[in-house]
């Protein structure tokens, strides 16, 4: 949308110096040659001629791509706000998907991921079940792994689906 928003001021541009040119009873030489810098002064039927060709060609299409570029830019403004609105509030109260607000990984390893602030190593969680019943709890009761996509798929994620909501 970006691009043709540009594209089109670009456009609106080109016609207007087209316009301006039209309109105005003497036109400065543009080319390169002994003539360069000096102007033209258009006699009174050309100027008459171009004149109404800037009135009838050239002004209604300048107001069209008026028109169109207000719109364009009333589109990007609002889908700016909308977007900003959107990073700013992070995630809908249902969360990812409509899993409700799921916790924040703390640590993510090679093993898998870590929510509890106690565990360091997933090894640990082997020969203590009172820290993976924390663990467990940290997650609010889903694995790990389901929370990441590489190790969700890593693990097989067969199991997860049982965990959603």
Same mark, same amino acid.
């Given at each position: 949308?970006? *691009?043709?928003?540009v594209?089109? =001021? $670009?456009? &609106?541009?080109?016609?207007? &110096?087209?316009?301006?040119?039209? $309109?105005?009873?003497? =036109?400065?030489?543009?080319?390169? +040659? ?17 004149? /109404?060709?800037?009135? !009838? ?5 300048? %107001?069209?791509? $008026? ?6 830019g ?7 706000? =909308?977007? !900003? +609105? ?9 969360g990812?998907?409509?899993?409700g ?11 898998? *991921?870590? !929510? ?5 190593? /997933?090894?640990q ?6 820290l993976?019943?924390?663990? %467990? ?7 790990? &792994?389901?929370?990441?996509?590489? /190790?969700?798929?890593? %693990?097989?994620?067969? &199991? ?6």
């Amino acid at each position: 949308m970006l *691009v043709v928003a540009v594209a089109m =001021v $670009r456009i &609106y541009l080109g016609w207007a &110096y087209v316009g301006d040119r039209l $309109r105005s009873a003497a =036109v400065p030489y543009e080319e390169t +040659g002994w003539y360069d810098g000096q102007t033209f002064v258009k006699p009174p039927e050309v100027l008459t001629r171009d004149r /109404l060709l800037a009135s !009838y060609e050239v002004r209604p299409v300048l %107001a069209k791509a $008026r028109r169109t570029l207000v719109g364009m830019g009333t589109i990007l403004l609002t889908a700016s706000v =909308v977007l !900003y +609105g959107l990073m700013q509030a992070g995630t809908d109260t249902d969360g990812d998907y409509g899993r409700g607000a799921r916790p924040v990984p703390r640590q993510v390893t090679a093993e898998g *991921v870590l !929510y509890s602030n106690r565990v360091k190593d /997933l090894s640990q969680l082997l020969n203590d079940d009172q820290l993976a019943a924390e663990e %467990a709890a940290a997650q609010g009761g889903v694995p790990g &792994y389901c929370s990441d996509r590489f /190790l969700r798929a890593y %693990a097989g994620g067969q &199991y997860c689906s049982k965990f959603e909501r």
